[in-house]
């Protein structure tokens, strides 16, 4: 067996101690059924993107969008083949499929500027 060492703030170390004390183990036991524990389970896949509602004023809202790897990569190759900043091409996306699928009305006038390709 290797030994490894473990640095935990005080107050984890008090939760593990208070946890392991609980179950009639020793911490280091509890901590390393906690890590195989860990290692025999696999996480969930991580979804490609996320979207938070940061801030809320009468008539806007500001959601910040987080992007996976991949995603994060297409939008900024993307961006910089329209030669725009990425927030830019990310609305615009957004925008185009939205009036793709006919949620959001073209406005009278508005120019035809797009990156996005709409089939």
């Not at 067996?1 to 280091?28: C, I, N, P, Y």
């Not at 059924?33 to 969930?44: K, Y």
């Not at 938070?52 to 790897?69: F, M, N, P």
């Not at 900043?85 to 499929?97: C, G, H, I, V």
Request: hydrophobic share 40%; proline share 4%.
């Amino acid at each position: 067996m290797a030994t490894l060492k473990t640095v935990l703030s005080t107050a984890v170390a008090f939760e593990v101690h208070q946890a392991a004390l609980r179950q009639g183990r020793s911490d280091s036991d509890y901590i390393r059924r906690a890590v195989e524990h860990s290692l025999n389970h696999e996480s969930p896949p991580l979804p490609d993107a996320m979207v938070d509602a940061c801030e809320r004023t009468k008539d806007r809202v500001q959601i910040a969008a987080y992007l996976s790897g991949t995603l994060a990569k297409a939008l900024r190759e993307h961006a910089h083949q329209l030669d725009r900043s990425q927030a830019w091409t990310l609305r615009d996306l957004l925008r185009s499929e939205l009036r793709r699928r006919g949620v959001l009305a073209i406005p009278e006038g508005a120019p035809s500027k797009t990156g996005a390709v709409v089939d």
